[in-house]
């Protein structure tokens, strides 16, 4: 079956990087169109960044723009999510999701549009 799971969670200083690992599993991971969703407490989930399956298009949210790096090794089928200088405010359970497209660039940018969900890392940031 299919199988997202999310690691490199922790609790981290302001300031501090992470980087976020998404292993990928029973899917033609290299077909599919992958995102970094988080949640906060009391607060709905939000896409924090997207990537095609080429690599070749990629999103960011105006809230990680310019301090995070989505990226993603098909030969490995693993998704990454690299996240600097981080802030107290990104502290949320991070997911992967994923979604088979024939587009090389597409990606996506609603929760229902992704059929595939791993369980979660939680990352928090301390002040």
């Known amino acids: 079956q299919v199988q997202l799971v999310e690691s490199g969670g922790g609790l981290v200083q302001a300031g501090d990087s992470l980087r976020l690992s998404c292993a990928a599993s029973?899917?033609?991971?290299?077909?599919?169109?992958m995102g970094w969703f988080r949640q906060a407490p009391g607060k709905e989930r939000e896409l924090v960044a997207a990537?095609?399956?080429?690599?070749?298009?990629?999103y960011y949210a105006d809230s990680v723009k310019g301090r995070s790096t989505i990226s993603r090794d098909n030969a490995k089928n693993t998704l990454w999510l690299q996240m600097n200088i981080l802030q107290p405010e990104a502290t949320a359970v991070y997911y992967c999701?994923?979604?088979?497209?024939?587009?090389?660039?597409?990606?996506?940018?609603?929760?229902?549009?992704?059929?595939?969900w791993g369980q979660g890392t939680q990352v928090t940031v301390s002040s």
């Open positions: 990537i095609s399956w080429s690599s070749n298009s990629t």
């Open positions: 029973g899917l033609s991971f290299s077909r599919y169109a």
């Open positions: 999701a994923g979604q088979f497209t024939r587009n090389s660039c597409t990606y996506y940018y609603r929760e229902n549009e992704y059929d595939y």
